[in-house]
């Protein structure tokens, strides 16, 4: 096709859009002027022919220029234009002014593409039509999908949901099955641990009942010795004097004199045996109840409360002091509270003695082998810190009777010379084993410790054993003194009356005269200077003939002061009566 019939649409339609026309209404604007059909197969060829349009008066009303652009009347017939009579009467009266006829040529290429065009129109309405169509179908397969995948999710959902719900309360089933051999196995164990504890009070009730049924037989000893004591120091006394009447009389009777000191000597051989078997009875009375908190001791569950234990014990007694009363009674307050069953710290957590049926005696003898320690830890190197640790001592000791029996009984195991008692070496047994009763210690490897060494450390415990004597109870505390001046008498006269040992015999007695040798003078008078005296005459003339060592000049310059100036000073770090 040549260059002239090559028309773009657009460019066709540019006159009917400069008009602000469609191609149809344009139609309908020529269509009174065509008497005959121009569109289909069968009508006129408008190319061969020419149209003459006459172009109305710009006049016309504008109401039917509103009704001509309306696309709701219709453009057929002639009736569109001269619809009613009164619109030609309108028209009549109005001035016509005469307009020029323009006649435009048709172009066949035109035509056709209109109608080229319009063909296309109408092939995209019935493609968009046929893809309507197949979206509708498309998304009405797609709602079905959905509808049966809904529906099949529905199902899958519900179907789960009594899985679960089943399986739930199957494992609600076995859960309840499983607690309930929980509880049975509880409540069994519960029983049985039940009875192992009554029937361990019950072997702990027996127990105390064989010690108190004890020691009220070692008190009634107690009196019986002491009474034999007396008598043996009477007798003494008259045998001296009988003596040396006898010698006076003649030798005639030296004989028979003879005679009867060898049964006053089998009679003192019998008191020996006596206190032998009294010092038994401590020493079963100690390992009765070590050999009972043995089975605390060596539980491997029980380490962390052993632990505590200890811990609850130990601070409190280190701290021990009379810097001033509140911390004083505070130390107190928690080591009381321990033995009376409460919770009480220990580091992070807290304990108590009920936490073990043996809880109580196990943390008793604790605490009464660490008052103990302290002689060997501070008293030994400072006199003075003996006080504060023997108050509290003996205010443990009114409230919890047991706690002094074990002091007593740690005390005479580290120096049995404070009972008095000279320990025998048995038949068979060693040196090294020997010297362990008698306090002495071995390093590792069996070297045995030096004598000034042990010297001091017996010396720390004569301190702690004199300031337990002359402490004077708390004021609030109605309970006599469980171990006062009295022993501290007894225990004196008594080591008088045994044959002295070298070093150790001066070492105690001295230090016990320094502590209380003022409390005992204020309470004995004459009577204690007369005990000095007998100290002074006989006892050092026996220990000059066996000891010539420190121990045995100090004590003799001691008494000699004390003597001289008729009074003991008191000593450093006693504390006054109305402390706490």
């Not at 006053?264 to 020493?283: H, S, T, V």
Request: aromatic content about 6%.
């Amino acid at each position: 096709m040549s260059a002239k019939h090559d028309l773009n649409i657009e460019d066709l339609l540019s006159g009917f859009d400069s008009m602000k026309l469609s191609a149809l209404r344009n139609a309908a604007k020529l269509s009174p002027l065509i008497k005959e059909r121009t569109i289909g197969p069968d009508c006129a060829d408008l190319s061969r022919r020419e149209v003459s349009i006459t172009i109305l008066p710009a006049a016309v009303d504008s109401n039917d220029t509103t009704k001509e652009n309306d696309p709701n009347v219709s453009n057929e017939g002639p009736s569109s234009i001269h619809a009613t009579p009164k619109s030609e009467e309108k028209k009549k009266s109005a001035p016509v002014t005469p307009q020029f006829t323009a006649i435009k040529h048709s172009d066949p290429t035109d035509c056709t593409a209109v109608q080229s065009k319009l063909h296309q129109q109408v092939l995209e309405r019935q493609r968009l039509a046929s893809v309507q169509k197949a979206l509708a179908e498309r998304h009405n397969k797609i709602r079905l999908a959905d509808e049966q995948r809904e529906a099949q999710l529905a199902k899958s959902l519900h179907e789960a949901s009594l899985n679960v719900a089943r399986k739930v309360q199957d494992s609600e089933q076995r859960l309840l099955h499983a607690v309930r051999e929980q509880e049975k196995l509880a409540q069994a164990a519960a029983a049985q641990r039940q009875a192992q504890m009554e029937e361990e009070n019950k072997r702990l009730n027996d127990i105390q009942a064989q010690l108190k049924r004890r020691q009220e037989e070692m008190r009634r000893k107690a009196q019986l010795i002491e009474t034999v004591r007396q008598s043996i120091g009477q007798f003494r006394v008259g045998t001296e004097t009988f003596t040396k009447a006898l010698t006076v009389i003649g030798v005639q009777h030296a004989t028979k004199f003879t005679n009867q000191k060898k049964a006053i000597r089998a009679l003192q051989k019998d008191f020996e045996q006596l206190l032998q078997g009294i010092n038994a009875n401590q020493e079963s009375f100690y390992e009765q109840h070590q050999t009972a908190v043995k089975q605390l001791m060596d539980d491997p569950s029980m380490k962390t409360y052993r632990f505590n234990c200890q811990k609850a014990i130990n601070v409190p007694v280190n701290a021990i002091s009379a810097v001033n009363r509140e911390h004083f009674i505070d130390k107190y307050s928690k080591l009381a509270a321990l033995l009376s069953g409460q919770n009480v710290k220990a580091g992070d957590g807290m304990v108590s003695i009920n936490g073990h049926p043996l809880g109580r005696t196990y943390c008793t003898m604790l605490l009464a082998k660490k008052f103990v320690s302290q002689a060997d830890t501070s008293i030994s190197s400072n006199a003075s810190a003996a006080f504060p640790v023997a108050a509290i001592a003996v205010a443990l000791w009114q409230r919890f009777p047991d706690f002094g029996r074990f002091f007593l009984a740690y005390l005479h195991r580290e120096c049995p010379y404070l009972v008095p008692y000279y320990l025998p070496q048995h038949e068979g047994q060693s040196q090294e084993e020997f010297l362990k009763t008698l306090g002495y210690r071995f390093a590792d490897g069996g070297v045995l410790e030096k004598q000034d060494q042990y010297l001091k450390r017996m010396s720390g415990l004569a301190r702690l054993y004199a300031a337990v004597i002359v402490t004077v109870p708390r004021k609030d505390d109605p309970t006599p003194h469980p171990h006062g001046l009295e022993y501290g008498w007894r225990w004196l006269t008594n080591i008088l009356n045994r044959f002295p040992q070298p070093d150790i015999c001066a070492t105690l007695i001295a230090e016990f005269l320094q502590t209380a040798g003022s409390e005992l003078h204020a309470a004995y008078g004459k009577q204690f200077l007369k005990v000095l005296r007998v100290l002074q005459g006989d006892y050092m003339s026996a220990l000059n003939r066996i000891d010539t060592g420190g121990p045995k000049a100090r004590l003799e310059g001691l008494i000699a002061k004390i003597l001289t100036e008729g009074r003991i000073e008191r000593p450093e770090g006693i504390m006054s009566v109305n402390f706490w």
